[in-house]
């Protein structure tokens, strides 16, 4: 990537934590592949129509954080028609299981002063009694990179003077991913319709009848589904906090070598 100089480069990789500037979570994990997005790019025939559509499932992304962050906190929100299934499904499971957000912990920035990097995490919670990073995703599913992307942020938030300068009412000791979704379901046989930057993708289509199918769609449904990314009933076991958090460290060390020339001349390793 070229960058047009040492501010350029520091706009597009990353923030200023209290005066210091570190690269983003999110910029790091860019270095792992992603599988999916070659099928994707395929699919979509040019560059252009996938960066329309990367685009516009970005914002939609953006507007369900925004709409269940603040729903979370006790706001009263307009709800757009379009993310509204998905808005409602995440009402009702944080009402129904017991889900308590930290107000003072949404959409904040965090950062380690160890291994030198920052972030935003979605949302401090308490689930089930225990306390820890809740990342909300918009997606099919829940991928390997979301434990690494939320052992980064636990990495920073269990640093003695980070979590002493947040001011954490207690030690962050679990990962969830609440993966929020929605779709519609066909009346005459078992596909789904799924509608994302404006591109609509039909799965479970490969049956002989779904073949021949003329499709009945219902109305948009939202899914919800809390994963738990460390074991649910065993405390003070960081095996899965831990092996996530060795690669991302990686990730973060080959992100590094790979930036050395810019990291060194806006001196982030002095
Ligand atoms: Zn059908």
Redesign the pocket.
Known sequence: MQYEGPDDFKEQNGYEVNGTWYPRVTRILDVIPKPALKYFFREMGSQEAADKVTKKSAEEGTLVHEMCQSLAVGENVHVPESVAPSVFAFYDFYKKNNIHFHPEFIEKTIWSVEHKYAGTIDALAEIDGKFGVLDIKTSTGVFDTYGYQTAAYMQALVEESVHKALALPRQVEKRWILRIDQHRL?R??S?RLREKGGRKKIRNAYSQK?KV????WTEPMGEVQLHWLDSKNVDNNYYEYLRDANQFNDAKAKWTHQNRYWLEQIGYFS
């Open positions: 066909c005459l046989c596909a779904a199918c003329d499709h009945s």
